[in-house]
Nanobody, 123 residues
Framework: QVQLVESGGGLVQAGDSLRLSCAAS????????MGWFRQTPGKEREFVAA???????RYADSVKGRFTISRDNAKNTVYLQMNSLKPEDTAVYYC?????????????????WGQGTQVTVSS
């Protein structure tokens, strides 16, 4: 099991940038696909980005070209750099880990989840 703690959320204006971090505990981080999802009230959790243990990445169409996911296996940390933020990016952002899971957009494939960090983008 991997324990995940997100940080870096906050209130920004449209067009600003934020970098989210997700610190993982446990020795299985380097073998895990890591994902970022987001959720707004009344909606299902939505895939944002994922990175495999060898560095392959995948993005939702809505964030492609604006968000960048990366990982530092030495620090057991995954990042989400968010640029050109829009009001529709407002959500709680969750980090997720899937040990030995191929890169995927399916939330059910990720076994471990963080508590989430709020991102609010004002217009």
């Amino acid at each position: 099991q991997v324990q995940l703690v997100e940080s870096g959320g906050g209130l920004v204006q449209a067009g600003d940038s934020l970098r989210l971090s997700c610190a993982a505990s446990g020795r299985t981080f380097s073998g895990s696909t890591m994902g970022w999802f987001r959720q707004t009230p009344g909606k299902e959790r939505e895939f944002v980005a994922a990175i495999s243990w060898i560095g392959n990445t995948r993005y939702a169409d809505s964030v492609k070209g604006r968000f960048t996911i990366s990982r530092d296996n030495a620090k057991n940390t995954v990042y989400l750099q968010m640029n050109s933020l829009k009001p529709e990016d407002t959500a709680v952002y969750y980090c997720a880990a899937g040990l030995m899971v191929p890169i995927t957009v399916e939330a059910r494939r990720y076994a471990d989840w963080g508590q989430g960090t709020q991102v609010t983008v004002s217009s």
